[in-house]
């Protein structure tokens, strides 16, 4: 029974060996720093997120270009919207080195930017070693830029899209059998699709289910607003007898005219529907749209455009820019420039819309540049002029709403208040006043004085 | 010899303390601090972009006092205890059935055992996964089975009047493997003469459960439900995975509602404030089982 | 020991019972085990069905046909993304955290089993107070402080979060296991002039090693499995196995066959670690709340 051989020191090697083991862990994964050779960043690594857009999911295909060129080893990852902004927004409060370049969401800007959890670009923009003078940031759309800049105008973003609603009507052959041009405003809408709808098996409306983006277009169409007068005035407005009414039209168009569980389509699955042929109209990001005259669309021929339908009080194409920016721990900037620099180059850019045609780039180069132009024109109409209008219209301001710091507590509300109209669970005025009082007390929370 | 033996006493004495001296230490650090820290911040509005809130205490129940009036935690709670009550129903109705089949010895049985413990060990976001597959109407299998019956049945986590029944399914699946082995074990224990008396009685499997097992097993039901009740209220993995709280907040549980503040919104003095009664709850819940199981070992000595 | 309850054998049933259940109380184990058997299928359904779907072909994924070709596609796919350093941090963690909570626990569970200390109840509550918190008390100070420490997203960070429900099992389930040890062989060897310690390696180690290495697997499951944590904790460098997995939803069209591959793969070491278990299963879930 005795063991002889075994002393206290089992305990003191069982603790040395934990000791031993422990070493690496608080070590990061090797971000080694450029060594000499022949490429620049040879060795590096560089972690980058982005949400699961149409742009970031198209150049992760290009991502070994990128390592030939530079040497930089890229680690990509591109969740969803509300997953990724939750993790990016988590990760950049605590200002940590996990990510090296991260998507800017424009809802987010505000809030990023005046946290200081982003890195300023203009210093890499300027420095002539860093910067090449060809790659041409004054190309961009000046108001594509705005967003990303702070009240002293230092950008901290270079943005790679403006979100752009517009309408589009994949099967707009039924509108005119049936004698209708694209409506133009909401109630032509309303009409068109009365008539329309399930005719040759195919449902009349569909909207992504992301309300908080589609809403506001319908609401400030009514002339109704998020908040009072942003950014000043941040009362929110959600109770207003223009938002219900908004709420109860944009349900209504849903639940009429849209297909079984219209409540529950995603940005990707309206597109997937509107190729497919499925569904007919939608109020529809621009960059998707592109996508019903590309390879495997079943629509090109029956497809056409618009802008988005007039309400009582106007017409509001809801507008967006994303970007990418460094966070403010990342640890290798310079190679975090690179990648960015080459993600939004001239040529990129161009091979993506030649190839690929995407749609709503940012650079006014390739907007005027006839290839664009060409591969934008879908069915004789120029969905790229129907984008850069609806840009032009949100200079009056209208989206000032959207790049309020707070303003993400307010699209969550916004986009369960919808949820629990559009699938019946409670009218319009009753979800809307709990929306309200929702953002009031979130606001409150957030440190906003009233 | 008296001197000798106080030494020794005294060294033995040392020596557990120094035993214990370890363990104590690491615990207080790991436990006490993190639990110092979340009160203190329920304290402050400690929201990242303004970092001004870090050390404001000039209004330390302000945090306290919003959640008294805030619906939505209120509503969790609500949805806390409905999912609670139900899950926890469903695990002891579950394994105790469960446990009954496999009381019986036969080879089966006793293989079978082990296969019944598969959905309590698997990684609880696997668990997730796999219900979502479940519940996913274009690729569950169930779905397309109930399709193919003519008995369609539309998606039950997107349904608000639905979701949190599903989410109580897949929490009763994923552990009632933990009464059923509380229960077997304590069947085990039931002597034999009372069961055969009743037989030889002629009693019938009801009578004989009512009558003679039931009252062997009934401490452990108590026991079991306890800590199933404790456990539903870390519910997290499902909910992240199935549902999202949603659809709205018909599935947020007040364990939720504390990450989405602090997590989503960035409101860690709000979401601090949620958890710190979350605690205070548990702990309550804590005295209880102790009260009713007597510290096993302190007892056992 | 355990005592098998048989349900015992039926005499000649009284001419009263109809034929019917004659019938059914002679077969009656046999039904049982049908019982049983079908039972075991419909509950393992879920989980079985997610495992086979992990090797059909995508293009077939989401099909119904029994018979299909299987590949491994999905599980080189795996190989080639991040999913294999989160797997290879998950082994890290779970297997330190596991060794830190033996070395400072069984040590700390010995004493409290032996000394008679009165505070014992008292720490004994404690440690069931910690047990039974909700992770997101603790998660939000970790958070807060990981930051200024730096160790977010370190696999430090997440072994040292992992002490706090480990530590308090392995007392919590060593105490019984020394307690059944007889203390007059430990007395033998203290009069043999052996200290308290040199008397616990030789003589109540070796007599505890079953309930050594079930706390010890115990303790591994229990932080494999850990998503929560990790997934508030870190972010790229330190993503353990669970975390990884949800990288793969992509609010949109998952990535099915990965996922299931990926599930099936995390799920596979604490499958067999549990069988190896199972009896020590329930207690250490419990904390100890059952009386073997």
């Given at each position: 029974m005795a063991h002889p051989n075994l002393r206290v020191t089992r305990r003191q090697a069982l603790r040395k060996a934990a000791g031993a083991l422990?070493?690496?862990?608080?070590?990061?994964a090797g971000k080694a720093p450029a060594q000499g050779g022949?490429?620049?960043?040879?060795g590096v690594t560089l972690n980058i997120s982005c949400w699961s857009a149409t742009y970031p999911k198209l150049i992760a295909d290009y991502l070994p270009e990128f390592q030939e060129q530079t040497g930089i080893k890229v680690n990509y990852d591109t969740p969803g919207f509300p997953v990724y902004n939750q993790r990016a927004d988590l990760e950049l409060s605590t200002k940590g080195?996990?990510?090296d370049v991260l998507n800017v969401t424009f809802i987010y800007t505000s809030r990023w930017i005046g946290a200081g959890w982003l890195t300023p670009l203009d210093p890499f923009i300027a420095d002539a070693n860093k910067t090449p003078?060809?790659?041409?940031?004054?190309?961009?759309v000046p108001g594509s830029v705005q967003p990303m800049r702070d009240k002293t105008g230092a950008v901290y973003g270079i943005p790679w899209i403006s979100d752009v609603l517009i309408a589009a009507a994949a099967r707009f052959d039924l509108l005119a059998a049936n004698?209708?041009?694209?409506?133009?405003t909401l109630d032509e809408l309303d009409k068109a699709l009365q008539v329309?709808?399930?005719?040759?098996g195919v449902a009349g409306f569909i909207a992504e289910n992301h309300w908080g983006w589609i809403y506001p277009a319908y609401l400030q169409a009514f002339?109704?607003?998020?908040?009072?007068?942003p950014p000043d005035d941040l009362?929110?407005?959600?109770?207003?007898p223009e938002a219900a009414a908004a709420a109860e039209m944009l349900a209504r168009l849903l639940n009429s005219?849209?297909?079984?569980?219209?409540?529950?389509?995603?940005y990707d699955q309206v597109t997937e529907a509107l190729r497919a042929g499925r569904i007919n109209y939608s109020t529809h990001n621009h960059v998707f749209c592109?996508?019903?005259?590309?390879?495997?669309?079943?629509v090109v021929k029956t497809s056409n455009f618009s802008m988005i339908p007039k309400g009582p009080k106007g017409r509001f194409p809801g507008v967006a820019s994303h970007g990418w920016g460094i966070p403010v721990?990342?640890?290798n900037k310079d190679a975090s420039w690179e990648f960015i620099k080459w993600a939004l180059s001239k040529d990129l850019i161009r091979r993506l819309t030649q190839k690929?045609?995407?749609?709503?780039?940012?650079r006014k180069s390739l907007i005027g540049s006839a290839d664009y132009k060409q591969r934008m024109v879908i069915n004789g109409i120029d969905t790229g002029q129907l984008f850069l209008d609806s840009i032009t219209m949100s200079e009056q301001g209208y989206m000032k709403y959207r790049t309020v710091h707070v303003y993400p507590q307010a699209n969550a509300q916004i986009t369960q208040a919808l949820g629990r109209i559009i699938s019946g669970q409670m009218k319009a005025k009753e979800s809307l006043a709990l929306a309200q009082a929702n953002t009031l007390a979130d606001l409150k929370r957030a440190g906003v004085r009233f | 010899m008296p001197a000798r033996r106080l030494a020794w006493g005294a060294q033995r004495r040392r020596s557990f303390l120094l035993g214990i001296a370890p363990a104590v230490l690491v615990l207080a650090i790991i436990t006490i601090a993190p639990a110092i820290y979340l009160v203190a911040t329920s304290l402050t509005p400690l929201n990242?972009?303004?970092?001004?809130?870090?050390?404001?205490?000039?209004?330390?129940a302000a945090n306290y006092l919003d959640l008294a009036e805030d619906p939505r935690f209120t509503r969790s709670v609500w949805i806390q205890v409905k999912l609670s009550i139900t899950t926890v129903i469903g695990q002891l109705l579950v394994g105790l059935g469960v446990a009954l089949l496999l009381n019986g010895s036969s080879r089966v049985r006793t293989l079978a055992r082990s296969g019944f413990l598969i959905p309590m060990v698997l990684p609880p976001i696997v668990v997730g996964i796999l219900w979502r597959v479940m519940y996913a109407v274009d690729i569950s299998p169930f779905h397309r089975f109930m399709a193919f019956i003519g008995l369609p049945v539309p998606?039950?986590?997107?349904?608000p009047n639905w979701a949190l029944t599903a989410i109580v399914i897949a929490e009763t699946w994923e552990w009632f493997p933990f009464t059923m082995l509380m229960v077997l074990a304590a069947l085990q224990m039931i002597p034999a003469s009372p069961l055969e008396a009743a037989r030889i009685d002629g009693a019938n499997d009801w009578q004989i459960f009512r009558f003679v097992m039931f009252p062997y097993i009934q401490s452990t039901l108590v026991v079991a439900a306890i800590f199933r009740l404790i456990d539903s209220i870390k519910a997290f993995p499902l909910i992240f995975v199935l549902t999202d709280g949603g659809p709205g907040d018909v599935t947020e549980v007040t364990n939720y509602y504390a990450y989405r503040q602090a997590?989503?919104?960035?409101l860690w003095g709000y979401g601090s404030a949620i958890a710190t009664l979350m605690v205070a709850g548990v702990f309550v819940l804590s005295y209880l089982i102790d009260r009713l199981t007597g510290v096993a070992h302190a007892e056992a000595d | 020991m355990q005592r098998q309850i048989e349900p015992g054998p039926v005499a000649?049933?009284?001419?009263?019972?109809?034929p019917s259940r004659y019938w059914v109380q002679r077969h009656r184990r046999r039904l049982g085990d049908i019982g049983t058997v079908g039972l075991l299928l419909l509950v393992l359904f879920p989980f079985v069905w997610l495992v086979q779907m992990s090797f059909r072909p995508n293009a077939d994924?989401?099909?119904?046909?029994?018979?299909f070709t299987p590949t491994l596609a999905h599980y080189r796919a795996l190989w080639t993304g991040a999913f294999p350093a989160s797997f290879l941090n998950s082994m890290i963690t779970s297997l330190a955290s596991t060794v830190l909570a033996m070395v400072i626990g069984v040590p700390a569970a010995y004493a409290l089993s032996r000394s008679g200390f009165k505070s014992s109840r008292r720490i004994a509550l404690w440690i069931l107070a910690t047990r039974m918190a909700p992770p997101i008390a603790f998660t939000i100070p970790f958070f807060l402080a990981y930051r200024h420490l730096g160790l977010s997203d370190t696999l430090l960070g997440l072994i040292i979060v992992y002490l706090t429900f480990n530590l308090a099992l392995v007392i919590w389930m060593m105490q019984p296991f020394f307690d059944g040890v007889p203390r007059e062989l430990e007395e033998a060897a203290w009069i043999d002039g052996c200290g308290v310690w040199e008397a616990f390696c030789r003589v109540t180690l070796p007599l505890s090693a079953p309930g050594l290495a079930a706390t010890a697997v115990i303790c591994f499951i229990l932080s494999w499995n850990d998503f929560f944590y990790a997934l508030v904790l870190?972010?790229?460098?330190?993503?353990?196995a669970p975390v990884a997995i949800v990288n793969f939803i992509q609010y949109t069209g998952w990535e099915w066959g990965r996922i299931a591959a990926a599930g099936t793969l995390v799920m596979l070491p604490v499958v067999l670690f549990s069988m190896l278990v199972r009896n020590y299963l329930v207690r250490g879930l419990a904390a100890g709340g059952v009386k073997e």
């Open positions: 422990f070493i690496p862990f608080t070590l990061r022949r490429r620049p960043f040879e080195s996990g990510f003078a060809d790659w041409d940031f004054a190309d961009f004698g209708f041009g694209m409506p133009d329309v709808n399930k005719k040759d002339g109704g607003n998020v908040f009072r007068n009362m929110p407005t959600l109770d207003t005219y849209g297909p079984e569980a219209a409540a529950g389509y995603s592109a996508l019903l005259g590309e390879e495997g669309s079943k721990g990342a640890k690929h045609g995407l749609g709503s780039v940012t | 990242l972009t303004l970092p001004g809130t870090a050390w404001d205490f000039s209004a330390p998606s039950l986590i997107t349904d997590f989503t919104f960035s | 000649a049933p009284p001419l009263r019972v109809p994924i989401l099909g119904y046909d029994l018979l870190t972010r790229t460098n330190a993503s353990t």
